[in-house]
């Protein structure tokens, strides 16, 4: 069954830290693209954060650089964001998405998405 | 950054009735990698459109895209009970990639 599952989403005080696993099946791993998006009631849906196919390349929005860190092990199928500094404002369902074709990079469309976890940061 | 901007924020409609979606990019999007989703209530978005016009695997011929540059339509010819959800464009031609803010499609 092709799939994406997110896990480690909660409550965490601010400045805290987080670390959100999606574990995916159903495809090859190593040839996709994959992307962090979060989506909140106010700001909606919000592209977080990108990362190769190889692991070769990341990119991050403005709002989480410095702060969040996306990886990926091709060998267990998994991809990870770990979360640092955390502020209310990431407060958010994190989805993990699947680009869109075979080595898709950073401009992509999503055509797997995870049923996402929830991060609530708050004292 | 792209902003997209989506109308109606809210559609009413019957079942069986053609509702019309509007994604306005406020500058081209390059070579119209424009998508389009669906969501329900406590339910991840669902991919059916990309490069504006092309439909994903699996979704019924009921939806179509279209559109070039700046306006971009996503109809969906004959709304079926499950068709009521919320629609997002996601422009993908520019970095940082973004979506719009969504339309309500609601029975009316």
């Known amino acids: 069954q092709v799939q994406l599952v997110e896990s480690g989403g909660g409550v965490v005080q601010p400045g805290g830290s987080l670390r959100l696993s999606c574990a995916a099946s159903g495809f090859t791993f190593d040839t996709y693209g994959l992307h962090w998006v979060r989506q909140t009631p106010g700001k909606g849906l919000e592209g977080v954060a990108f990362i190769r196919h190889d692991g070769g390349s990341e990119s991050y929005a403005d709002s989480v650089k410095g702060r969040f860190t996306i990886s990926r092990d091709n060998s267990k199928n998994t991809l990870y964001l770990q979360m640092n500094s955390l502020r209310p404002e990431d407060t958010a369902v994190y989805y993990c998405a699947k680009g869109f074709g075979i080595y898709s990079g950073y401009g992509s469309s999503f055509d797997l998405w995870g049923q996402g976890t929830l991060v609530t940061v708050s004292s | ?108």
């Open chain 2, 1 to 108: 950054e792209i902003v997209l901007t989506q109308s109606p924020g809210t559609l009413s409609l019957s079942p069986g009735e053609r509702a019309t979606l509007s994604c306005r990019a406020s500058q081209s999007v390059s070579a119209n990698y424009l998508a389009w989703y669906q969501q329900k209530p406590g339910q991840a978005p669902r991919f059916l459109i990309y490069v504006a016009s092309r439909r994903a695997t699996g979704v019924p011929d009921r939806f179509s895209g279209s559109g070039s540059g700046t306006d971009f339509t996503l109809t969906i010819s004959r709304l079926e009970p499950e068709d009521f959800a919320v629609y997002y464009c996601q422009q993908y031609g520019s970095s940082p990639l973004t979506f719009g803010g969504g339309t309500k499609v609601e029975i009316k």
